[in-house]
């Protein structure tokens, strides 16, 4: 069974600092990786996805996921964080072959100081 | 374009009830999933619906059960309600079972069991 982790439960940066979160999967096939923002008050929204070929993916809003299929990770990187960041963010992982059954990690709050 | 809606958004329930949660899914979707988060934890998944068929399942008792209509929307149905329920139920939608098919996460709805 594939499992996913985030070690980093709640951070708390800076306006201006530099983010990232680490996520680390448990899948020996193929997979499909994700990050998911979730913003206050509203609904898990997809923020980047690795489906396959460069393994640096670029989403919105400036964020930025490495896939290093060594080292089974998928860290979610941000050069200058802003306030409207404050959220609470998801990885998740999809192996085999159905889209429904994704894997998600318990997620990393982040909150960031003006 | 409406993305994915639920209803009802919030629900009390006491324990041994059944409840039933609604979800419509982004137009141009056919496939709804369906996924549990408890307080403080990522989603877990509970099933997935295509052609009005469950497809997949994820470890969650017979209890909880489902049904998609010929619009593609979907109900996802809990019974002998326990205090362990209470959670926010999500439900994605996506165009296809395949695993590039990006989910679209709805609001959710909160049920608190008492």
């Known amino acids: 069974a594939q499992s996913v982790s985030q070690h980093n439960h709640h951070v708390i940066l800076s306006e201006a600092a530099s983010l990232e979160l680490g996520c680390n999967y448990s899948y020996g096939g193929t997979v499909n990786l994700f990050w998911y923002v979730q913003y206050p008050g509203q609904h898990l929204q997809l923020l980047l996805k690795y489906f396959s070929g460069d393994p640096l993916v670029k989403g919105i809003k400036g964020f930025e996921a490495e896939f290093i299929k060594s080292k089974f990770s998928f860290n979610l990187r941000k050069p200058s964080v802003q306030w409207s960041d404050t959220a609470e963010y998801f990885c998740a992982v999809l192996g085999g072959t159905n889209a429904g059954k994704s894997t998600f990690g318990d997620g990393t709050t982040l909150t960031v100081k003006p | 374009d409406a993305g994915v809606t639920q209803s009802p958004t919030h629900l009390i329930k006491t324990r041994g009830q059944q409840v039933t949660l609604r979800c419509s899914p982004k137009s141009g979707h056919d496939t709804v999933s369906w996924y549990q988060q408890a307080l403080g934890q990522g989603p877990q998944f509970i099933f997935q619906?295509?052609?009005?068929?469950?497809?997949q399942r994820g470890n969650f008792p017979d209890r909880f059960s489902g049904h998609q209509f010929p619009n593609y929307s979907s109900e996802l149905n809990v019974n002998a309600l326990l205090l362990g329920d209470s959670a926010l139920y999500l439900c994605?939608?996506?165009?296809?079972?395949?695993?590039?098919?990006?989910?679209?996460f709805g609001p959710g709805t909160r049920l608190t069991v008492l």
């Open positions: 619906y295509y052609e009005e068929e469950e497809r």
């Open positions: 994605a939608s996506s165009s296809g079972t395949g695993r590039t098919d990006t989910q679209y």
